[in-house]
């Protein structure tokens, strides 16, 4: 019986300990000093790699998804810099119209805001998803590739 109690005190530490990994990893901010993620976008816009699908700040990079015709690249970037650590292929994902803002142009427009920091940006179901961390809430906009408005 206390071999059973020990195993399941030994799951329940594991999940836990779990838990607050995956919140930590999710939590995950650029450092105080990076480039504002607008001027990283447009630095990658500037190279005409294709359309940028996503960014997501992630294991102290930015990883940004850029897809043209010949396929999809994810290039880690420099959060201080914007300069390119490494790429690597990547599967084919939903991309923005020919006829959208640049997105680096939204974010700019989000980042004037001041609503707090930009974690992530992702084009999915024909709209761009921003995730922003404030000091005590997280927020979602959700933002027309064409227009100006943003919907929380």
Known sequence: MSKQISILAIFATFGLLSSVLARAVADELPPADAKPLSEIL???EDR????ICEAEFDDGAWEVKVCSDAGCQ???LDPRTGEERRRRATRVDEQPPANARAVSVIVRSVEAQKLG???EVEFEYGRWE???RAADRKIKLYLDP???DAKQ
Do not use: E, N, P
């Not at 005409?48 to 359309?51: I, Q, S, T, V």
């Open 42 to 44: 447009k630095q990658v």
């Open 48 to 51: 005409d790699l294709g359309r």
């Open 74 to 76: 994810k290039l880690y």
């Open 117 to 119: 920091v930009i974690t």
């Open 130 to 132: 921003l995730k922003v």
């Open 146 to 148: 064409r227009a100006d």
